[in-house]
């Protein structure tokens, strides 16, 4: 199993430019998540998804939306990316009944400039 | 929003000492989690804790539960090199669907061979 994976690893945008992450997860997880980590900041979760078909905003969602058309996969769009979009972007997911448990991916870098 | 408060931002040690980090929040949570990130990967769970007062081992990691429901402090004994990451403290208020876990900030541990 490759658990959670997320592509690209690492990507540069001019301000304006638009892109989509990609996370897809082989454990047959009912829940996924947007995180992102800036310094200092921790870990804020951007939005989640308790099933095929749905979404929900979570505590920063300004400036993204996502889509869950498949189970196993979770996408993260930026629309029109801003320098305040730099960060470091990482997906989770967990089973309801264990939703403490998140298995994290690799995370993707994202530069805007 | 609920606030999980971790201090110091980084902690220096030398390999084979013990430290200890803390975790508080003005808010009461029913399951307190501790997570590790290594360099340039996502976080990994390292115990999960769901009952006040409860103390639980994963190898030379103790944590615990604050009776108070509003801390939890996880120990590393005898450190070792590949102790280094950041160390993440996250609660979750209630089960289900919507209680999302909260993340600390995070403190990054250095081990000095």
């Known amino acids: 199993n490759a658990g959670v994976t997320q592509t690209p690893k690492f990507r540069v945008l001019k301000t304006g430019q638009s892109m989509t992450l990609l996370c897809a997860q082989d454990?047959?997880?009912?829940?996924m998540y947007w995180y992102r980590q800036d310094p200092g900041m921790g870990l804020r979760l951007i939005h989640y998804?308790?099933?095929?078909?749905?979404?929900a905003k979570g505590e920063v969602p300004d400036g993204y939306n996502v889509s869950r058309l498949k189970k196993q996969n979770f996408l993260l769009g930026l629309e029109s990316a801003a320098p305040s979009q730099t960060s470091v972007y990482f997906c989770?997911?967990?089973?309801?009944?264990?939703?403490?448990?998140?298995?994290f991916g690799p995370g993707t870098r994202l530069l805007v400039l | 929003g609920q606030q999980l408060n971790q201090s110091p931002q980084s902690m220096f040690i030398q390999e084979g000492e013990d430290v200890s980090m803390n975790c508080t929040s003005s808010?009461?949570?029913?399951?307190w989690l501790w997570y590790k990130q290594d360099p340039g990967e996502g976080p990994v769970l390292l115990i999960a804790?769901?009952?006040?007062?409860e103390l639980t081992s994963n190898g030379r990691l103790t944590a615990q539960f604050g009776i108070t429901r509003k801390d939890s402090f996880l120990n590393i004994s005898a450190s070792i090199p590949s102790d280094v990451g950041i160390y993440f403290c996250?609660?979750?208020?209630?089960?289900?669907?919507?209680?999302?876990?909260?993340f600390g900030k995070g403190i990054t541990l250095s081990v000095r061979p």
């Open positions: 989770a997911s967990s089973q309801p009944q264990t939703q403490e448990t998140q298995y």
């Open positions: 454990m047959n997880h009912e829940y």
């Open positions: 998804s308790v099933g095929e078909g749905t979404t």
């Open positions: 808010s009461i949570f029913n399951t």
């Open positions: 804790l769901y009952k006040a007062g």
């Open positions: 996250a609660g979750q208020q209630l089960p289900g669907a919507n209680s999302k876990l909260t």
